[in-house]
């Protein structure tokens, strides 16, 4: 049996109760098991992982920005700035303003104007066959009565409608100087095209 002296007492102890003989004698010595204690530091979460922390906030702020100036885009793209109602009446042949102009894909002829549009539609279209030409716009800018045309799919010149040539215009009663299609649509106006057979 192997003895050894406590280093703090000198006893003479025999060496595997050593260890324990320092705990229970001397706790509180230095170099005893129980006066040694794990000192663990306390850090916050948030400090011990700051960059991460920084970038991720950084990521939300970004995407939260992102989402708010698409929102907003989207918003302002089909927010209605205009809604008049002027009103075609075709006269003197057997053509009806169609339904559906700026609507239906085979009604829809030119897109120059799509960026005006609101969900979807052309800024210039009829729902019905009543010749009410809706101007349903994200912008408040002049339209014409040619544009109308144009998206219809008439002749750019506003000279004819559907190879009837237009003999006359008249807006609002009064009778245009030549039937150009420049007129710009008002809301509630009446525009009359009388075309020949």
Not at 17 to 46: D, M
Not at 143 to 169: C, K
Request: net charge positive; proline share 6%; with cysteine.
């Amino acid at each position: 049996m192997e003895t050894e002296n406590c280093p703090v007492c000198g006893t003479s102890v025999k060496k595997d109760n050593l260890k324990g003989h320092s705990e229970r004698v001397h706790p509180k010595r230095p170099g005893s098991a129980a006066g040694t204690q794990l000192v663990v530091k306390s850090v916050p979460v948030f400090r011990s992982h700051k960059k991460r922390n920084v970038l991720i906030l950084a990521l939300v702020v970004l995407a939260v920005t992102g989402v708010s100036v698409a929102a907003a885009q989207f918003s302002v793209a089909n927010t209605m700035r205009m809604h008049w109602h002027p009103i075609l009446t075709i006269t003197g042949s057997a053509v009806t303003v169609p339904a559906q102009i700026g609507i239906d894909q085979s009604l829809w002829k030119d897109h120059s104007l799509d960026q005006y549009g609101i969900g979807g539609l052309s800024p210039l279209h009829t729902h019905d066959t009543s010749g009410t030409i809706h101007v349903e716009s994200n912008t408040v800018r002049d339209f014409t009565l040619r544009e109308f045309l144009a998206i219809w799919g008439q002749p750019g010149d506003g000279r004819a409608i559907d190879g009837h040539p237009v003999t006359s215009l008249t807006v609002d009663g009064v009778q245009q100087a030549s039937p150009t299609g420049d007129v710009v649509l008002k809301d509630g106006q009446k525009i009359v095209m009388t075309l020949s057979p």
